[in-house]
């Protein structure tokens, strides 16, 4: 329970309004979209509306030691927003507005709030795009966004979200409010302050505003799946398109085990014993397009695909991309816990890494579906389970401890998109090293000495 | 077993549920509030917290359930399939068991006390009218503003109580020469008391294409407003009134022209009285025959074609939410509009949004139902018709309500009333 004179600070500095404090309220705060994680009530859930009031509301903090919870949509997959101390949750729902959109310049300005997709409905009136599309473009937030580092489908042509963040405005855990970066495509002015805060998962200043980078929306597209009878093949058949300097925008891959889910699901025609599917899609000028569609559709029949089908229009793309789309859906159907990871390597390793998940999930006795996108390495081996079998749940832990084993020993990484959160911070020395979680504490320690931004995430205190 | 007798119906659903935030996209209130509690995913988790122990059921709590305009948005957009519109009424009713009627003590208030000016007004004419009501001058549709405030604010522009109920207004069987079959008109409440003109046109139509409708005078509310607040016991009596009345004259098919009464007949009266043995036969025999009108014209009774007469008008239609995504019926209503020679059919923005009106919800949240109707009436005012047509008269007057508000000359209408006038029009050549 918070003090009644913080409470009333509080409230003074946003209003009643922007001041929940029923428990009815704060326990719809104590979740986010991980799976499987325990849940935790904060004292007291503030919206505020300005950058100077969150600077207020981090100085009340830091003068009674209160922790802060920032929270976007709460859509993160890695316990990011859960208050596991309690303390303040920051929702900056309210702050939702897209300043400007500099068509000279092609950057967007905005507050944390916006929803990624609120900003692409903007910017695709004037031939624009902000590429970074995770699964929840309709519902996370910028800020959110920004605090993962999110990818999505587009990363391997278009990259992930750090690549189109130019500058923040941030609100430090002393409450001090600073600005970094800007406009210009080139700056070197100082440290990279904005590269740090782009994945920092608000355990390093409260994002108050954020300039990204707009591209020109590229002017077609075309969709290409391909069936493999064998996950070798399949591989090889990934490497070629590269090889062959062709960037495809989006290279996603499915499993058998999500096949037959997903088949099962919607019916969209896939053969229910194909080890491997590859939906590919290339876009740009009509012109290259066309050429890159076919030049695609050569390889993957070189490689040994068994059926390749080209999109021929909107509605067949749709179709193609039905199976893919419902896959996550689909498996989360099937039981009801699914624990979705992202463990990511090198694209070549592809192929490997889905043989040493299939042995996992065997080992393991447990229903372990992946896909993901294949084109940056970036796997979603997802375990179907349920949370109130105790024993499987030891079994779905020591196979998450495994795939991550796997990932790193393949040269990959614990996570490619979903952040570290609560659900990851054990791993991080079997990737860095201790000096390596050493330098993270002494950076968290250097901008929050007190560990009153999203305590307990990330980097656990000593 | 149903929503309406025990919170253990729903742990299916709730487990299926995996709190992917999806239905923030789609919530009409979420969209407003942006708290969490506005939304699908809260309510659920606080439906999870209750059957866990974690938290009692408050009056807070059945506050926060009536935070939902069961519009059923979020059904559609979830990916796991979840049935939020179970989960909702499950939460309802539950809080009525354990609270008893005084944990919606607002809704039961406002609305007994509103039934009773409307129930006064019937007796007492245009007398009530003038106290109660202000009338605003209008060329189509006899609407009014509240002038005091019953706890609804008096914002809401409100259609002038009829001089006489549809249901005085008819024999109880209309017959035809020649009928081709026998047709039950439920009228539902608004129908009967304000928006006779929908009544009216659903009788002409049905007489045009050689049906004799019955009107059975022993019908009464769907009891709806009752069993979506969690009022099981009101409710089961009215779905028990409706279904004697109906039995006593048989029909080969029933018709509704609103929303909740068509939810009612073909789905909620059968879950009330699934442990009632004489009854649930009954409420199952006559779900498997009910009808909006628009399907019934197009699927049960193909509507004549020839004899439709030339109606100027440009519409737009908006899909109720207990019509198009409650009973499946969207594709319906159009087809009737764009045969209907001369009639211009623009679709608005995102048709299928909720208007805000949910019933007892705008009584309950004044404010936020009047902000979910300003969005619809911007994308109203965007299409530049002239008309708005829609399948519920609820519906119809909120819509009615956005737009007078905004002063936009729009009239709304409910879709089978186009249809009548191009009848009548064919007739005038
Ligand atoms: C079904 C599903 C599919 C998904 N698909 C993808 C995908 O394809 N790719 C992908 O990368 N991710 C994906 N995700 C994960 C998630 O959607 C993203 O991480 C998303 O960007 C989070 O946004 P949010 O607004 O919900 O942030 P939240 O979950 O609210 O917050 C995320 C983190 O950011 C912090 N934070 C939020 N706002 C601020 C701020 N203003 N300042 C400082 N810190 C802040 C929070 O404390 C938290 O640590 C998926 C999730 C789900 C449920
Ligand atoms: S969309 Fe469905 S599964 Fe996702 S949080 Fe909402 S109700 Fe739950
Ligand atoms: S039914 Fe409509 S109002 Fe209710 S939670 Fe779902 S989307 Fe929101």
Known sequence: MLAREVLQELVQVLGAENVLTEQEDLMTYAYDATAAMKHHKPDVVVSPLSTEQVSEVVKIAGRYQIPIYPRGSGTNLSGGTIPTKGGIVLSMLNLNKIIEVDQDNLTATVQPGVIIQALNDQVTKLGLLYPPDPGTVTTATMGGSV????????????????????????????????????????????????????????????ITEIIVKLIPAPETRKSILAVFDNLDKAGNAIASIIRNKIIPATLEIMDNATIQTVEHFVHAGLPMDAEAVL?????????????????????????????????????????????????????????????????????????????????IAEKHRLLIATFGHAGDGNLHPTILTDQRDEDEMKRVHLAVDEIFQAAISLGGTLSGEHGIGIAKMKYLDWEFGEAGVAALRQIKEALDPNYLLNPGKIVRRD | MSVYNSLDSITDELHKCMKCGNCMAVCPIYKETRQEVGVARGKISLVEYLLAGELDMTEGLADRFSLCTTCMACNTNCPCGV?????????????????????????????????????????????????????????????????????????????????????????????????????????????????????????????????????????GCCGIPASVNGDVVSARALAKRNLRAFEKLGADALVVACSSGGTAWKHVFAELLENDPEFKVLADKWASKSYDISEF???KVPFKKEGLGRVERKVTYHDP?????????????????????????????????????????????????????????????????????????ACRLQLKSGVENAGIEEEVVHTIQILAESYRAGKKN
Not at chain 2, 172 to 190: D, L, Q, S, Y
Not at chain 2, 195 to 200: A, H, K, L, P, V
Not at chain 2, 334 to 339: A, D, H, V
Not at chain 2, 366 to 391: C, E, N, R, Y
């Open chain 1, 147 to 206: 605090s993962e580092c999110s990818g999505g489908l587009r990363g391997l042509k278009y990259g992930v979200t750090k690549h189109y963040i130019m500058g923040i405005k941030v609100v430090l855990a002393n409450g001090e409010v600073l600005r970094w970066g800007g406009k210009t495509v080139k700056n070197v002015t100082g440290y990279d302050l904005v590269a740090l805060f782009t994945g920092a998962e608000g355990t390093l200043g409260i």
């Open chain 1, 279 to 359: 939906l590919v899609e290339v876009d740009g000028y009509r012109e290259v397009v066309e050429r890159e569609a076919v030049l695609v559709e050569q390889i993957l029949q070189t490689e040994g695909s068994v059926e390749v089908k080209i999109a021929k229009n909107d509605q067949e793309r749709d179709l193609l991309w039905l199976a893919r789309r419902s896959a996550l859906p689909a498996l989360a159907q099937k039981r009801p816990t699914t624990v979705l990871e992202d463990a990511t390597v090198p694209r070549s390793k592809i192929p490997d890494m889905l043989k040493a998940i299939r042995k």
């Open chain 2, 83 to 219: 049935r939020f519109d179970k989960i909702i009424l499950a939460a309802r009713a539950e809080a009525v068991r354990k609270k008893g009627l005084h944990s919606v003590k607002k809704i039961a208030f406002t609305a007994l006390k509103m039934q009773r000016l409307f129930d006064l007004g019937m007796k007492t004419g245009s007398i009530f009218q003038g106290v109660a009501l202000k009338h605003l001058p209008h060329k189509s549709d006899r609407i009014a503003r509240m002038r005091f405030d019953v706890g609804i604010g008096t914002e809401k522009v409100f259609p002038m109580l009829a001089k006489k109920t549809l249901r005085s207004e008819f024999p109880e069987v209309i017959r035809v020469n020649n009928p081709k079959m026998r047709v039950a008109f439920f009228t539902g409440c608004m129908i009967n008391y304000f928006y006779t003109d929908i009544g009216r046109a659903v009788v002409e139509v049905l007489n045009e294409n050689d049906i004799e409708v019955v009107i059975p005078r022993g019908q």
């Open chain 2, 297 to 299: 014209l197009i699927h």
């Open chain 2, 321 to 393: 939410c207990h019509l198009n995504r409650g009973q499946g019926i969207s594709r319906e209503p159009r087809e009737i509009l764009t045969s209907i020679p001369g009639v211009e059919v623009i679709e608005m923005k995102e048709p299928g949004r909720c208007c805000g009106m949910a019933g007892s919800f705008s009584i309950v949240h004044p404010d936020l139902s009047v902000q979910i109707s300003d969005h619809k009436t911007a994308d109203i005012a965007l299409t530049h018709t002239d008309t708005v047509a829609t399948g519920c008269p």
